[in-house]
Nanobody
Framework: QVQLVESGGGLVQAGGSLRLSCAASGRTFSTDTMVWFRQAPGKEREFVASINWNGGITNYLQAVKGRFTISRDNAKNTMYLQMNSLKPEDTAVYYC??????????????????WGQGTQVTVSS
């Protein structure tokens, strides 16, 4: 079983940057598809970005394309989300999640088996 822990959230002004990390333990996650979701107050959990097992395939929510970059370092069992040009509408709790398949294009939270506890990102205007 994989345990996931997010870090790197915080308060930032609009236009600023943050880098989120998701550290995995328990077993290697190098054969998992990993994703980032976010959930703002009163809204459903929303897909943000995904990355396949070797980093060769990534997918993004249209609203974050060109601003966010997902990456992973399998040797460190860690995934990242570099967030640039942040906007107030990016404010949410960000969760990392994974499933033990090499490639997955699913954007449904129900398809992912293991989740972190979330990290708060707040963007002020």
């Amino acid at each position: 079983q994989v345990q996931l822990v997010e870090s790197g959230g915080g308060l930032v002004q609009a236009g600023g940057s943050l880098r989120l990390s998701c550290a995995a333990s328990g077993r290697t996650f190098s054969t998992d598809t990993m994703v980032w979701f976010r959930q703002a107050p009163g809204k459903e959990r929303e897909f943000v970005a995904s990355i396949n097992w070797n980093g060769g395939i990534t997918n993004y929510l249209q609203a974050v394309k060109g601003r966010f970059t997902i990456s992973r370092d399998n040797a460190k069992n860690t995934m990242y989300l570099q967030m640039n040009s942040l906007k107030p509408e990016d404010t949410a709790v960000y969760y990392c999640a994974g499933r033990p398949v090499l490639d997955s294009s699913s954007r449904s939270p129900g398809q992912y088996d293991h989740w972190g506890q979330g990290t708060q990102v707040t963007v002020s205007s």
